[in-house]
């Protein structure tokens, strides 16, 4: 009996220790929206919260999250590859990419900017 209870006990460790740390796993897409992020966006826009846009007209990504909801997101990305967003260049992303993009805007939360 003690065998099976330490047995259970090293099995729950670690879910007892991401909870109690705050710690969850991320979703592989949000990790790739992050990297395309930093590549393809931070010149201009804050892709991180609590950070400043370089560009004073590019809105961080966390202002962003709150403008749009995730369908209304994605399309705008969208727009933006296509060239048709005033003062921002076109950006060649494939679906894959802006959905990946979205994702990680999305997992920003409600934050405040």
Do not use: K, W
Not at 30 to 48: F, K, L, Y
Not at 52 to 70: K, Q, V
Not at 76 to 95: C, F, K, N, Y
């Amino acid at each position: 009996m003690r065998r099976v209870l330490l047995l259970l006990a090293l099995a729950a460790a670690p879910f007892a220790a991401s909870a109690a740390t705050g710690s969850h796993a991320v979703d592989p897409a949000v990790d790739r929206g992050q990297s395309i992020a930093q590549r393809r966006c931070a010149e201009c826009h804050a892709v991180r919260p609590g950070r400043r846009s370089a560009d004073g007209d590019a809105p961080p990504f966390t202002i962003l999250r709150l403008r749009y909801n995730e369908l209304s997101l994605a399309r705008r990305i969208a727009a933006v590859t296509h060239g048709e967003h005033a003062g921002m260049p076109p950006t060649v992303l494939s679906d894959t990419d802006r959905r990946d993009l979205v994702h990680y805007i999305e997992s920003l939360g409600p934050l405040d900017p």
